[in-house]
Structures are given as C-alpha cells and as structure tokens.
C-alpha cells in the first residue's frame, strides 16, 4: 500500500485468506487493507459489507492505535468513493479518541486527521480543517498515498482560501518532489493539477499548458491494470478539460471529460463524477446548449447533496455558481436548503481572467528587507492581516510557539517590542530599500 501497488497488495492478502492471524491487532490491519484495495478498484459494496460485518466490530469499537488506523483506512476508503457524509460520521470520533488515548501527534490521531480534515474542508468547516491540520503535515508525509495525498491539497486549498496561493504553490512543489522520489507518480499527478488549477484561477494560460504537458507525460507511461494508471489518466483529461475551457475550446473539454466519466464509471468515484458532470455543464453552457446544461447539473446537485459534497462544487468557480442559480426550484425543501447554502458561499478560487496571473513571489513591501528569513516575511505578512498567533500557526501549519519565536527573531531584527511597531518599521525599511 505504501508503494501505491493495490495489484501487489492483493497478491499478498490472498495468501492471507484464511489464515487465523490470531491478534486482533493483525486483524484490523487486514481489514483496513482488505477495504483499501476492494475501493481501490471501484468495489465499494462489497467493501461496506465488510465494513458492517460482525468481524469488524472490534476494530469499530477498539482504542488501541492499529483498531484506530484501521477505522481511519476505512473511512478514507469511503471517502475515495466520494462520501463525506459517511466518512465524517466514521472517523471524527476515531480522531476525538486517537488523541485521547494516544495524544495529538501519535500515529493514529495524524492518520485519522487527515481523512478528518479533507472531511470538514469539503462540507465548508475550513476554520475546524486547518485546526485539526496545523503541525501535523511533516507526520503525514511518511502516511500512504493516499492519505498523504489527501492532506496535501487540503492544505494548499486551505492556503489558496487565506489567500495564500504563492505558499501553496511552493508547498505543492516540495510535495511534487517528495512523491517523485517515493515513485508514487498518482501523488506527483495530484499536485500537478492542483498547480495548474492555482495558474488557471489566475488566467495564466502558458503555465498551465507546461503542466498540462507534464500531466499528459505521466499519463502516457501508465500502463497495466493498476487502478493507480485509470486514475493518473483521469487526473490528466480532467486538467485538460479545465484548460480547454478557460481558453474558450468548449468541445475539446466534452471530448476529454468522455475520458474521465469512464474512468470514475469504471471506478465507482461518485466524487469525480459530479466534478464531471459540472465542467461537462460549463463546456454545454458555452456552446449555447442551455437544455442540456439543466439535465447534466440537476444529477450532480442531487449527487453532491447526497454525498454531503460542497467545496466541490465552489472550487469550480464563479461559472459553476451562474448555473446554480439556473435550476429550477425542488419540492425537497432540505435539498432546496442545501442548493441556496451553495449560491450565497464565497469561492475559494478567484475568478480566472487574461489579465490575472500568479507571480513566482509575493510583490509587496516585505518581500525584500534584509535579514529577515522567508518564514520571519511571511509571519509578518499574517500579522499585518491583524492575524492572531493562532491563526498564523494555522495558516502556515506550524505551532504557535514556532510564530513566537519568530516574533521574537523579527522583533530583534527590526529593533522594537510590539508588533504594530514591527509592521511600521517592516514598512519604512522596505521603502527605504525601494521594495514597495
């Protein structure tokens, strides 16, 4: 699993079939890769009977770390299928027990606050997501694929909605590069996409087509029945979607969402299709065939309700948001609650345009003042927001103490001992030095 190999893994679970392990601690770890691998390919009934059997009682109701890991692997499966509903339910007790039991930093709280906190961003509790995230990201990098990549566009997503999208850009680099070295090339295809989702919200067209074409070179070398190849390839059509449509190629976007309907068909990822689904919306809407709009974005609002799926419609953009308001009335009043929930959020992305662009830094007055770090310039970037230390440890996933020692270090440097006399001097050095 580690190795993202499922063909591997289920190799070898099968020589387990009937094997007495004979621990119960064994045996919730054959269970949580028993249900990763059935959602892995697209068998999730199966994987819900097993998760409702009477062998898995144990592992439902168990405090020890692996009974913990196992409900947490089980509830990141469901979430793979696109379920947050369901996977709130099942794992936000399991993470309230983890660091009970075993406290914040163990390896069962981080295992489960990933799955909790992709959970919470999805259903709009950013606030709680960054909270369960913050100091936790070094540990969730030694995570699997899976969960390691989950928490990953959870972040930078966090980091784009505190408008931060230079830090999430360098954040999914350094990610980028950790996947490429452990060779999990679906996680290297992940951040890829996030970037060029972040360069596209800014209308900067020429970026995006370079990672288009690294997308399309990972996809290409896929090959095999391995769920981790359909997957890549979805992950690269859909990109390309996204690209088509910011630069006006309508059709071209239908013939790439083809690709990736028959991949979340093939892979029972209701998630990804309701993604389908609205960009397929987007591309009919731009080509003027109104009628059929209406018909593809009724199923995935009625999808997406189902699912408890509500970023993934607000993450498309401002065009998403248009077709929201086109949709006729529905006489389910609580469906009818969630769909004008839905038109009155905020986005996270700003609007895409030809004139907008992400810079390679940030370009204010603080960027270039001497003998400060990066980090010492980003902390008192936050604090000229009025962020409290909390929040900056929230927004830059790092502890509270870390934001004060660095006040202290940025509070020396600049010679003062508050910190609205920080953002002064930070000001006046940087006018000095010509960086404003």
Known sequence: MQRDEVALLDATLATLENAALGHPALEHIRLGLTVRSLTARGRHAQARDILGSAAASAMRTGTGELALMARASAASAILLEGNALQAERMVKDALAEAERHHGRRSVSACYCAATVAVVLYERDKTEEARHVLADRLDMLKLSSPD?????????????????????????????????????????????????????????????????????????????????????????AALSRARLLLA????????????????????LGREGLMVTTDLLQALALDALGRRDEVIACMEPAVATAYRLGLVRTLLDEGKGVRVLLGCLPRRRDSAQEDYLAGLRGMPLVMPAAGPDRTIAAAPQDGLTELSGLTRREREILGLLEQSMSNKRIALALNISEFTVKWNLRQIFAKLGVSRRYDAIVAARRQGQQTGAG
Do not use: Y
């Open 147 to 235: 969960v390691a990549l989950r928490a990953a566009l959870c972040h930078a997503r966090l980091q784009v909605l505190g408008k931060l999208p230079h830090e999430a850009m360098a954040f999914l680099i350094d990610m980028e590069a950790h996947f490429r070295r452990r060779g999990i090339w679906r996680g290297m295809a992940h951040m890829v996409a996030e970037r060029q989702r972040i360069v596209l919200a800014g209308g900067d067209w020429r970026h995006a087509q370079s990672l288009q074409a690294t997308l399309d070179g990972l996809a290409h070398d896929q090959t095999g029945a391995e769920p981790r190849a359909a997957e890549i390839v979805a992950i």
């Open 247 to 266: 630069m006006g190629e309508a059709q071209g976007a239908l013939l790439a969402l083809d690709a990736v309907r028959a991949t979340a068909t093939a």
